[in-house]
């Protein structure tokens, strides 16, 4: 799958994940079919029981749990811009990572997120949940994905990279409308990570 090492030449990634990680399978599997010019070097989880992490380790992909309980905010993210550097990461990809990260980390690393909702739209937990209820109540009629820029504190907020509409269909259930939305997450994300990949000056001084 994702071999233990790569070519000096190819950018590294450290994929930031809290929970089932299907888009960090994506992201695998984009890499391992030579989809995604790019080599995930460490999957880092918050959350020890997070899923990704399983699916991380079948790919041979180096992990590490950062708990975040009862860590002071800004000693965490000092310590897991340190991780992420020790990986030689070249871009940090939040995939389902549930927590907000301080300036002092996205100073130190070119980030980017991906956010189930469009540009403008709900922000935070449960965005296709909020998105779907909007729908039902007849106040939205496109859902969406977006990933973008992580340049500050703000909350799924940041210049955008790429986004998608989703659209609602009619006797859509919650489910549904879920797994479309993931549908075109798994493909969205791969294409943005290329895109910033592609724009080495958004890097930073980190390549
Ligand atoms: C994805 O839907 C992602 O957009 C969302 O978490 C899910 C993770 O799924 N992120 C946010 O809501 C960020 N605010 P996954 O663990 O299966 O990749």
Redesign the pocket.
């Known amino acids: 799958m994702n071999p233990p090492s790569a070519p000096a030449d190819v950018p590294r990634l450290a994929v930031l ?8 399978q994506a992201i695998l599997d984009a890499c391992a079919e030579g989809r995604l010019a790019a080599h995930v070097a460490v999957v880092i989880a918050n959350n020890p029981d997070a899923y ?1 992490l399983t699916r991380a380790a079948e790919a041979g992909v180096p992990t590490e749990v950062r708990p975040h309980q009862g860590v002071d905010r800004a000693e965490y993210d000092k310590e897991l811009a340190y991780t992420a550097a020790t990986y030689g990461a070249d871009l940090v990809v ?5 927590r907000i990260l301080t300036t002092f980390f996205v100073g130190h690393h070119a980030t980017i ?4 909702a469009k540009p403008g739209g709900f ?6 949940e909020a998105d779907f209820d909007a729908w039902q109540r007849g106040d939205l009629t496109e859902g969406g ?1 977006m990933v973008h820029y992580v340049p500050d504190e703000g ?2 907020d940041g210049p955008v990279i790429a986004w998608e509409g989703v659209p609602f269909h009619d006797g859509d259930t919650l489910d549904d409308y879920a797994l479309r ?2 549908g075109v ?1 798994h493909r969205l994300l791969v294409d943005a990570i290329a895109t910033v990949l592609a724009r080495a000056d958004t890097l930073g001084g980190h390549r």
């Open positions: 994940v809290s929970g089932n990680g299907s888009n960090l990704a939040l995939a389902g990572w549930n997120n991906l956010h189930p922000r935070g937990l449960g965005a296709i994905v909350v799924d939305v993931h997450e």
